[in-house]
């Protein structure tokens, strides 16, 4: 399988932008997504995961009420609506998928870099 991140790019304090990631090789509407995150020094942390139904989702208690993630299964694609950014979202961020129900096998995307800056 294979995830490509895309949406990426530098923004100002407070502003938005909305990563892509496009899913291919495998059946899509098995697989819980989730987007991660890393920040330069530090560990790579979990932001947002949807089922793959898209029935459930759940966010890192930094992101609640900013970041939306939502899926569409008929394109294989998942997004990361991102609002209100901070200095302090900047990192890669990585999508990742994982077979329901029992979590493998599992796969990662090259990262897309947000950069949060005035």
């Known amino acids: 399988g294979q995830l490509v991140e895309s949406g990426g790019g530098l923004v100002q304090p407070g502003g938005s932008l909305r990563l892509s990631c496009a899913a291919s090789?495998?059946?899509?509407?098995?697989?819980?997504m989730s987007w991660f995150r890393q920040a330069p020094g530090k560990e790579r942390e979990l932001v947002a995961s949807?089922?793959?139904?898209?029935?459930?989702?759940s966010y890192a208690d930094s992101v609640k009420g900013r970041f939306t993630i939502s899926r569409d299964n008929a394109l294989n694609m998942v997004y990361l609506q991102m609002n209100s950014l901070k200095p302090e979202d900047t990192a890669v961020y990585y999508c990742?998928?994982?077979?329901?129900?029992?979590?493998?096998?599992?796969?990662w995307g090259q990262g897309t870099q947000v950069t949060v800056s005035s």
């Open positions: 949807i089922t793959s139904t898209g029935g459930t989702t």
């Open positions: 090789g495998f059946t899509f509407g098995w697989y819980h």
């Open positions: 990742k998928a994982v077979r329901a129900p029992n979590n493998w096998p599992s796969y």
